[in-house]
């Protein structure tokens, strides 16, 4: 009964190491997708399209750039349009960016296909993602594809009669394909900071981007200059919903681990008072000789401990040599068409120590639970 009480306890720790592993690892993942598409940090209005800054918001952030000089400081320009090629279409949203965006996104490492650098486009151009070009058909930019971009501007004074006003229109060249993140892919296309902004009409950005490598200090100044007139977001709290759900799962996904943790440590409770009952005649003995019930119970604690810290020492060093083995040789594959072959796991200690918590707590409850049946056993 012991080593089946073990284990249990054992193949327990084992998989709540293993899953919270695989969600470390999940997470990873999707967070080095996001970490080209997503700035170190965003600074967007809490209401409305557009950053209402007033002049000494904007000498704060002209300051900015000589206090954090490695910090890059990028206004976009964001507006819902209508993209056309041919016969297809496409509804995306134009970012109107200066050159730096490019290189703190590296866009050119993410190039699917780019026209020729030798061919004199002009200004208006466009750089698609590659789910954009996908739905427009353009699969090459050799030669560059001519694309029309519509803006609608509806306003009081638009009626029935002159809808065609309430349309402006122009014509780009599309000079590159890039693939950083589906869905970043799939919504956005790439554009000069001056033509987009004479096409919107747009006087200030809908949002600033800094990259940095001083984030935490960076976001501290901003924290204390701008409260809640803004929202701050990191590059995960950029994509926070899909966060919270995958941190949701997870937290359900240990609920039931430790309910079957829970179960498997019944298996001390009942190795206990087999245990208990097998030496009922050894426990009156000791009774009779003066050990105290405190004592006894001491005893069976002891012994129940040992079967909880055997199990747990167990499951973690088995759930730790299959994520050794899944992160360096690949035990589980992902299938084809996905970015990595092999399932991603993430060791870290913080899991480990939550695992070991979590097995020990329980274990520890349930076998002073079960020394009850000393008291009776001895009577």
Known sequence: MSLTALFGLALGTAAMTIVLSAFAGLEELISEQFEDANAD?????????????????????ARLKSDFPETKVIPVYKKRVLLTYGDNQHIAYLLGVPEAYNDAHKIQDHLITQADPGLDLGSHTLSLGSGVAYHLGISSTNPPPIISVYLPKVTTKTTALNLSNAIDAVTVFANGVHSIQPDYDQQYVIAPEKWVREFTGATVPSYFEFHSSEEKKLRKTLENYFGDRVVIANTLEQEATLFKVM????????AILSFVVVLASFGVVSALTIIALEKKSDIRTLWSMGTSEKQLRGVFFKNGMLIVASGWLAGLTLGTLVILLQKYVGIVPLGSGYIREYYPVQLTIEHLA????????IGTVLSAWATRNVAVIKQ
């Open 41 to 61: 940090l965003k600074l967007s209005p809490v209401h409305g399209p557009h950053l209402k800054l007033n002049a000494t918001d904007s000498l704060f952030l």
């Open 247 to 254: 941190r949701s799962e997870r937290l359900v996904v240990l």
């Open 354 to 361: 939550l695992t070991s918590a979590i097995v020990l707590s």
